[in-house]
Nanobody, 123 residues
Framework: VQLVESGGGSVQAGGSLKLSCAAS????????MGWFRQAPGKEREGVAA???????????YVPDTVKGRFTISQDRAKNTVYLKMNNLKPEDSAMYYC????????????????WGQGTQVTV
């Protein structure tokens, strides 16, 4: 399984970025994809996750720290998950990682099996 993030960069406060995570070698019909970030000296934290596996539809997880500013979505046909970030703040600066697992782990990053290399976001 390979996860490749892209879309990071430098942006002014109040600006927007859209991160992409392309997955390959991942064939589970049910899966959880998440975005996590880690700033220097801080613990890794989840910023959004999406679980696909219920017949009633996808479930998304977004913490209060970014709710209303960050949106997660996915394109199953392209095996890609996105993170749209609006109204970025300096405290959003971090390395952003994409992760995947077959189980619904939500924002519990420690349980995810597969990780990308990360993409840097600087505000």
């Amino acid at each position: 399984v390979q996860l490749v993030e892209s879309g990071g960069g430098s942006v002014q406060a109040g600006g927007s970025l859209k991160l992409s995570c392309a997955a390959s070698g991942y064939t589970y019909s049910r899966n959880c994809m998440g975005w996590f970030r880690q700033a220097p000296g801080k613990e890794r934290e989840g910023v959004a996750a999406i679980y696909t596996g219920y017949t009633s539809g996808d479930i998304t997880y977004v913490p209060d720290t970014v709710k209303g500013r960050f949106t997660i979505s996915q394109d199953r046909a392209k095996n890609t998950v996105y993170l749209k970030m609006n109204n970025l703040k300096p405290e959003d600066s971090a390395m952003y990682y994409c992760a995947a697992d077959r189980y619904n782990l939500g924002l519990a990053w420690r349980g995810y099996s597969y990780w990308g290399q990360g993409t840097q976001v600087t505000v």
